[in-house]
């Protein structure tokens, strides 16, 4: 009966067609448009030629494609892999300890940074980071005197308000993924005589290995992805201190128009999002004999 | 059977969405016709809504069948740019009517999105009252018109009198050189380091102004150019590029303008005209000769003492050579869109909104040079600001930007380079050369010229 078995298939014929209409055709589109010249003004918005690799070639000879790839690199292992990963792990692991008042406390301001839309997220950080910001104006309190942060340090201030904003995500991973940690395990242990530090790396972190592998490959999508946090509080700059590949691409894009270019740059990002994808996927697949 | 019956009548509703959302909008009826008129608003600026607001209202007296719709996007000038360029790229957003600033026409001509207006013109009577210079910035490369200006602008300094009276500086001050400017800021920071001497805008923040308001007031002012006129080449390897860069550098390095951190914020030039000016800690700068629309009554930061204590002087030339100074200007017009479906009705919208009553309206709140000879000769306009004789004879001396379609990137490529000289980053020397090389990589060799 294949027809029938075809015809099973049948219900879920609309959601694909959605998502191939909406999700693939733009990354397709955006892989098309990068082997052509199209652009925002000019003979080529009238009629955009091929112009096969040119774009890519380009980038490689550009000063600021590899400048923007390494400080992409940079964001997402400092502000996703080591600031929200690691960062959300010890807040849930210290929350299972402290009271419950302190724990629901501590719960709500992480979170808070999370439920606020991007774009007031971004504006907070800027105004915190800002010369005449609350940062600078609470180290006044003390006599100090801070630096511009966003013009001196642009990519500690936007790891850093990364690592504020998405944290909420991996603790809340992580809380979850504790409570599941069987506690005989945890008390054998220490009958054995195994130390605080010796259970964690022993005891619970294989144990939420997959919690771990699933957080990582969520936030390093999402922190791949970030665009308004940067845009709002340095814009790229300054010279470029702070332009990873979204910006980099926009700013192609849309500010000098050269779409061709700019959806050459967003199709690299693209590719960067499904390796990362796929080795957390076989990271996945691999403890799971 | 019962599942496939379902959805055999499912599919259909799926379709008929999916078409929904792909199709445009069903053409309007004859008797009822809309316009799309779209244009830029902020919250400095609403001079241009107001007139637009006005002529929706003249247009739909003088026709009942048309609904005009205004859409304004509130955006900086940059970001207008490349909301508009996304419209006008499919004939369903395209506007009918829309605000086009003039560096960009032959640009979006280039890319079919401005309508020739030759042949309508010719039956305007009000075409022969604007000014020959005025027709020729909605010329393109083909000869034919395609834009009708609004009004135009020059630029030259703006100095605060008390602040610089207060570094023992006469006024009116008029410096002749380069290094008149220099010694002059040198002073005031030496009577006061709190104030900001002469600020002069760098760096990719404020975009089209650091060129316009900055860095072609340099090289203008050296013997070099940007670009041959005549020879429809991109000048490159000039002596008077890299020293542009070089009094930039001077300027960031000694502390006479602002940070280099805060010229780079998009948003310098609100500080320079709600607070460093009023506030008498700026004693001077570069900017347009609209700054008087900014604190009149209505602008976004009144001001009612600007009148007696701001001043106004020509930019100079390097070393006071002819013609003794420099300026630039720019302006914006307003065009029909080429995919409009009702291109007549378009261009009558464009007189109504361009008539004398509107065009005064918007060149006196605007602080614009009026391009009608009309507008140019009322009171209300001669006497709209102490400036307007001052900036309208800057006329003279002043230059346009090379209109090509090249123009845009080339532009980025000047912000760019001294973006890397005011934050340290390259010497004048290098960031020239690395000009130098981007452009001949935007525009290939055969169209540059060295010198």
């Known amino acids: ?289 | 059977m019962r599942r496939p019956m379902r959805f055999a009548t499912v599919l259909p509703v799926v379709a008929a969405l999916l078409a929904a959302t792909a199709c445009s909008s069903t053409p309007p009826a004859a008797e009822n016709k809309t316009l799309k008129i779209v244009y830029q608003k902020s919250d400095s600026f609403t001079a241009l809504d107001t007139v637009m607001q006005d002529a929706k209202k003249e247009f739909e007296a003088a026709n009942s069948s048309v609904t005009v719709n205004l859409e304004p996007i509130q955006a900086n000038d940059d970001d207008y740019g490349t909301k508009l360029a996304l419209a006008q790229r499919s004939p369903d957003t395209a506007p009918d009517v829309f605000y086009e600033d003039t560096f960009k026409v032959r640009s979006d001509v280039d890319a079919g999105y401005l309508l020739k207006l030759d042949s309508y013109l010719e039956k305007w009577d009000d075409w022969s009252r604007f000014n020959e210079a005025a027709k020729a910035a909605g010329r393109a490369d083909d000869g034919g018109i395609y834009a009708v200006p609004l009004g135009t602008d020059t630029r030259a300094i703006w100095y605060n009198k008390a602040v610089l009276q207060k570094a023992g500086i006469a006024v009116p001050w008029q410096p002749k050189t380069w290094e008149d400017i220099l010694s002059t800021a040198r002073a005031i920071k030496a009577s006061d380091p709190s104030v900001i001497p002469f600020n002069m805008y760098a760096g990719k923040g404020t975009g089209e102004g650091t060129v316009m308001q900055s860095f072609y007031e340099l090289l203008y002012g050296t013997d070099s150019t940007l670009y041959d006129e005549k020879e429809k080449k991109w000048v490159v390897g000039s002596q008077g590029f890299t020293d542009s860069l070089a009094f930039l550098k001077t300027l960031y390095d000694e502390k006479l303008a602002v940070s280099p951190a805060e010229a780079l914020d998009a948003n310098v030039w609100k500080k320079v005209f709600g607070e460093w000016f009023p506030q008498g800690k700026l004693a001077a700068t570069v900017e347009g000769s609209y700054t008087p629309s900014f604190w009149q009554k209505g602008g976004a930061y009144e001001w009612a003492g600007y009148e007696q204590e701001m001043g106004v002087a020509m930019f100079p030339s390097r070393n006071g050579q002819e013609p003794g100074g420099v300026s630039m200007s720019g302006g914006w017009t307003l065009a029909v869109g080429a995919k409009s479906k009702n291109a007549e009705l378009a261009f009558k919208f464009l007189t109504t909104a361009l008539n004398k009553k509107n065009a005064l309206a918007f060149d006196v709140n605007n602080s614009q040079i009026a391009v009608r000879t009309d507008v140019a000769a009322e009171s209300s306009y001669l006497s709209a600001n102490p400036f307007v004789k001052d900036v309208s004879e800057l006329v003279k001396v002043t230059h346009y930007r090379p209109a090509t379609a090249d123009y845009p990137r080339i532009s980025t490529a000047v912000q760019v380079a001294t973006e890397s000289v005011i934050t340290g980053k390259q010497s004048p020397e290098d960031a020239a050369a690395e000009y130098d090389a981007t452009v001949r990589k935007l525009v290939g060799d055969g169209k540059v010229l060295e010198r």
């Open chain 1, 1 to 289: 009966m294949t027809i029938r078995r075809y015809l099973r298939l049948l219900p879920v014929v609309p959601s694909v067609l959605l998502l191939l209409v909406f999700l693939l055709a733009p990354v397709a589109w955006s892989f098309y448009a990068s082997f052509t010249n199209a652009a925002l003004s000019g003979r080529a918005a009238r009629d955009p030629q091929w112009v096969g690799l040119e774009n890519y070639v380009r980038m490689f000879s550009d000063d600021s494609f590899p400048l923007a790839a390494w400080l992409t690199v940079v964001f997402v292992a400092a502000s996703a892999v080591l600031g929200q990963n690691v960062l959300g792990l010890l807040i849930a692991l210290l929350m299972r300890r402290s009271r419950k008042a302190v724990s629901s406390w501590v719960g709500t301001a992480v979170v808070a940074a999370w439920i606020l839309p991007e774009i007031v997220a971004a504006f907070a950080a800027y105004a915190y980071f800002n010369r005449d910001g609350t940062l600078n104006q609470m180290l006044a309190l003390f006599g100090g005197k801070g630096p511009d942060w966003l013009y001196t340090f642009p990519l500690v201030a936007i790891i850093l308000a990364n690592t504020w904003r998405g944290t909420a995500f991996s603790m809340l991973v992580y809380r979850a993924a504790l409570a599941d940690v069987p506690q005989d395990v945890s008390e054998a242990a220490l009958m054995d005589g195994a130390q605080g530090w010796q259970r964690l790396a022993f005891i619970t972190l294989p144990l939420i290995r997959s919690s771990i592998a699933t957080n990582l490959m969520l936030i390093t999508l999402q922190t791949l992805a970030v665009f308004t946090l940067i845009w709002v509080m340095t814009a790229g700059g300054p010279a470029n201190a702070s332009t990873t590949l979204p910006v980099l691409a926009y700013q192609e894009a849309f500010k000098f128009g050269d779409i061709g270019y700019g959806t050459a740059v967003a199709s690299v990002l693209i590719v960067l999002g499904v390796v990362f994808g796929a080795v957390y996927v076989r990271l996945l697949r691999e403890q799971k004999p």
